[in-house]
């Protein structure tokens, strides 16, 4: 009887434990199961480690940029749905969970200089969370400064002593139907001791249009912020990617990065002037520009086993 009770206890724990993990296919607010069985191996599934690495094993070595456009096909799996639903968000909204709730996400400010060195952390002063000033930023990063005429109750403009209205400035948040793309900043090596060539993503930027506030025109592409994709890995494993073939065999975001389940192009590789492929090559040659790059580390790989 008491074994009975103990193995009842525990899974009582677990399920109201999954009810707290977006994912599970648990209802956060009514908590009601919406399926056949509760979700629990993504949701509640551990990080797979990297491959301890020393640098005498390291021979060769190329840091790229690449470009994952949400407008692919291929890449759907990121930017869908657009709103979220119980068993699965988007990518950008995992990011906004893992960073503004949770807070296991470090977020990373460009600055002017558009930096990818991760030197310009956005954390709290004095270890608080809860901070206003603190919250605030967050919200800088993952939105833009708005403004609205003030109204009453009764939708009614609010003008002051002058009659002047009043002008209320807040600031928005980034849907996922406004990311248009992702940037990936990622070390390609090959590993002696192990005789392969293998891939780490160290960091990822979600891409907005940049629109001119006074004319509302696109003025061009804006990186909102940068993750450190070694530390997302932990969030990004308990979140469902969806599997067009079979609902009851879906991957996590972790699981997608590390299959490299997704469609993109090379955007810039380390080089001596440290420029990007666009705007030096345009339209045809960009893309070929690209094609070589990706075609170069292919054929280092291939050329090691030529016999």
């Not at 900043?185 to 990822?204: N, T």
Request: overall charge negative; charged content about 25%.
């Amino acid at each position: 009887m008491k074994f009975l009770f103990n193995i009842s206890f525990i899974l009582l724990l677990s399920n109201s434990l999954l009810a707290q993990l977006p994912g599970s296919g648990i209802s956060l607010e009514s908590n009601v199961l919406d399926g056949v069985y509760i979700q629990e191996h993504i949701p509640t599934k551990r990080v797979v480690s990297y491959i301890h690495l020393r640098e005498a094993d390291v021979m060769w070595s190329k840091r790229i940029w690449r470009v994952l456009d949400l407008k692919e096909k291929k890449n759907h799996k990121l930017y869908y749905p657009l709103e979220p639903q119980n068993d699965r968000i988007s990518l950008f909204e995992v990011m906004k969970y893992g960073a503004m709730e949770e807070g296991s996400i470090t977020v990373y400010d460009p600055g002017t200089d558009l930096d990818d060195k991760f030197r310009y952390p956005v954390r709290p002063a004095n270890g608080n969370t809860n901070s206003p000033v603190f919250k605030k930023r967050l919200e800088a990063m993952f939105g833009y400064a708005n403004s609205r005429d003030s109204v009453d109750e009764n939708d009614d403009p609010v003008t002051d002593m002058n009659g002047d209205k009043i002008i209320v400035e807040f600031t928005s948040l980034y849907t996922s139907s406004e990311i248009v793309r992702y940037v990936l900043k990622e070390d390609w090596f090959f590993d002696k001791q192990r005789s392969m060539l293998d891939v780490r993503i160290i960091g990822i930027s979600p891409v907005v249009l940049g629109i001119n506030p006074e004319t509302q025109e696109v003025v061009g592409l804006k990186k909102l912020f940068w993750l450190y994709f070694p530390e997302c890995r932990y969030i990004f494993q308990n979140f469902f990617v969806y599997n067009p073939d079979n609902d009851a065999q879906r991957m996590s975001f972790d699981d997608l990065f590390w299959k490299r389940d997704f469609s993109s192009f090379v955007q810039k590789e380390s080089n001596v002037f440290d420029r990007k492929i666009s705007p030096n090559w345009d339209g045809l040659d960009a893309l070929l520009e690209s094609e070589r790059v990706r075609n170069e580390i292919f054929t280092f790989e291939h050329d090691l086993w030529h016999f």
